[in-house]
T-cell receptor, first 118, second 112 residues
Framework: GAVVSQHPSWVICKSGTSVKIECRSL??????MFWYRQFPKQSLMLMAT?????????EQGVEKDKFLINHASLTLSTLTVTSAHPEDSSFYIC??????????????FGPGTRLTVL | GENVEQHPSTLSVQEGDSAVIKCTYS??????FPWYKQELGKRPQLIID?????GEKKDQRIAVTLNKTAKHFSLHITETQPEDSAVYFC???????????FGGGTRLMVKP
């Protein structure tokens, strides 16, 4: 399958800090990137969808000024959690969708970023 | 929009037995149904997928069946092994084909 990387894998920060998470598709061009949030023992909650060069589409209840998404290229998307607070602590997973090397339209996940806000 | 329901939420089987996880979806225009396996603290990994032009797909011990009329699809794991223990998520595409909606997940435990 295709490779999606995510950085950092784990971050601990103080309340009020802004944290940037990078998501890269390494061997294919991602026409669409997704950002999910996952709480322990729960399913993936879609936060937003972004297409390269366009503004992200946020799901209901997700604050766009809180979770800034930039999709600058077909291989890079970033999520910035602004002024993070303890309730933002979670596992954030990006996902990239596009044609992989087999020219199959498939969605692959990054390894996730565990954010802990103190 | 698409709504995907997944059952059961937990499933415990003995090593060597088969496991079946079922999902239903609401959007009749959905055409793509992947299954992901997520081990603790790791990313969801695509294990198998099926598109609406076929009714069944198999890959070694894993198979997926799709019934478009009834709008349900299932994951079948045969000869389960302890390393199959994980959370499995089904998903369905939306009408535009650009977004997946996930089921709630099934925690599979394979007892040695």
């Amino acid at each position: 399958g295709a490779v999606v990387s995510q950085h950092p894998s784990w971050v601990i920060c103080k309340s009020g800090t802004s944290v940037k998470i990078e998501c890269r598709s390494l061997d294919f061009q991602a026409t669409t990137m997704f950002w999910y949030r996952q709480f322990p023992k729960q399913s993936l909650m879609l936060m937003a969808t972004s297409n390269e060069g366009s503004k992200a589409t946020y799901e209901q209840g997700v604050e766009k000024d809180k979770f800034l998404i930039n999709h600058a290229s077909l291989t890079l998307s970033t999520l910035t959690v602004t002024s993070a607070h303890p309730e933002d602590s979670s596992f954030y997973i990006c996902s990239a969708r596009g044609l992989d090397r087999f020219y199959t339209d498939t969605q692959y996940f990054g390894p996730g970023t565990r954010l802990t806000v103190l | 929009g698409e709504n995907v329901e997944q059952h059961p939420s937990t499933l415990s089987v003995q090593e060597g037995d088969s496991a079946v996880i079922k999902c239903t979806y609401s959007d009749s225009a959905s055409n793509y149904f992947p299954w992901y396996k997520q081990e603790l603290g790791k990313r969801p990994q695509l294990i198998i997928d099926i598109r609406s032009n076929v009714g069944e797909k198999k890959d070694q011990r894993i198979a997926v069946t799709l019934n478009k009329t009834a709008k349900h699809f299932s994951l079948h794991i045969t000869e389960t092994q302890p390393e199959d223990s994980a959370v499995y998520f089904c998903a369905g595409d939306n009408n535009a084909g650009n977004m997946l909606t996930f089921g709630g997940g099934t925690r599979l435990m394979v007892k040695p």
